[in-house]
């Protein structure tokens, strides 16, 4: 099993341009998550996916837009990148059950720089 | 909305000594509690985790505690080594039995060899 993998890890944009950060998990997932991470703030949600087709926003969606046409897939997109977005973006997934909590696995992260 | 606050924001410890990092979270009606470890340049990992139906667990050197009165989770690491060091976040649900999580500003650990 890959887990979960992020496509690409490392991106430089200029201001005003647009891209697509690709997440995949092989885990049979319900539940997926798009985070960011920025010094001394720990992790903030950006938007998060209960199933396919199904998409809700986070603590920070500005900026942002998701997309889960596929269940083991979450893509977030940038329609025009600012400074402010510099940041290493993590993608996570997990299966929430009673017996188990919450416990979500995390892809490996796309540092991305905004110019 | 539920808060966490997460202390020390960095620590360092002898190898072989304790590595003790805070977490004060409002509400005391979790049935879930972990700590994830993140290692430079990946992403974190569930460490450990608790219930409310035990005050303390243990899993080798790692071990969670609850105080209830004080609404304080702690984690402790017990005869700390190089290998340890890392970032640590507490990442307690926003709500009993949700599944979106707040995390912690998060803990840099450094143990010296």
């Known amino acids: 099993n890959a887990g979960v993998t992020q496509t690409p890890k490392f991106r430089v944009l200029k201001t005003g341009q647009s891209m697509t950060l690709l997440c995949a998990q092989d885990?049979?997932?319900?539940?997926m998550y798009w985070y960011r991470q920025d010094p001394g703030m720990g992790l903030r949600l950006i938007h998060y996916?209960?199933?396919?087709?199904?998409?809700a926003k986070g603590e920070v969606p500005d900026g942002y837009n998701v997309s889960r046409l596929k269940k083991q897939n979450f893509l977030l997109g940038l329609e025009s990148a600012a400074p402010s977005q510099t940041s290493v973006y993590f993608c996570?997934?997990?299966?929430?059950?009673?017996?188990?909590?919450?416990?979500?696995?995390f892809g490996p992260g796309t540092r991305l720089t905004v110019l | 909305q539920q808060q966490v606050k997460q202390s020390p924001q960095s620590l360092i410890v002898q190898k072989g000594g304790i590595s003790i990092i805070n977490c004060a979270y409002e509400?005391?009606?979790?049935?879930?509690f972990p700590w994830y470890q993140q290692f430079p340049g990946k992403g974190p990992a569930l460490l450990i985790a608790?219930?409310?139906?035990?005050s303390e667990k243990k899993e080798g050197r790692f071990t969670i505690s609850f105080n209830k009165s004080a609404k304080q989770f702690s984690l402790h690491i017990m005869d700390s080594q190089p290998g340890d060091s890392a970032t640590y976040f507490c990442?307690?649900?926003?709500?009993?039995?949700?599944?979106?999580?707040?995390f912690g500003a998060g803990t840099r650990l450094f143990v010296k060899a």
């Open positions: 509400n005391t009606a979790f049935d879930y």
């Open positions: 996916s209960v199933g396919e087709g199904t998409t």
């Open positions: 990442a307690p649900p926003r709500e009993s039995g949700g599944f979106k999580t707040i």
């Open positions: 996570a997934s997990s299966a929430p059950s009673g017996r188990t909590g919450n416990e979500q696995f």
């Open positions: 885990m049979n997932h319900e539940y």
């Open positions: 608790i219930r409310p139906d035990v």
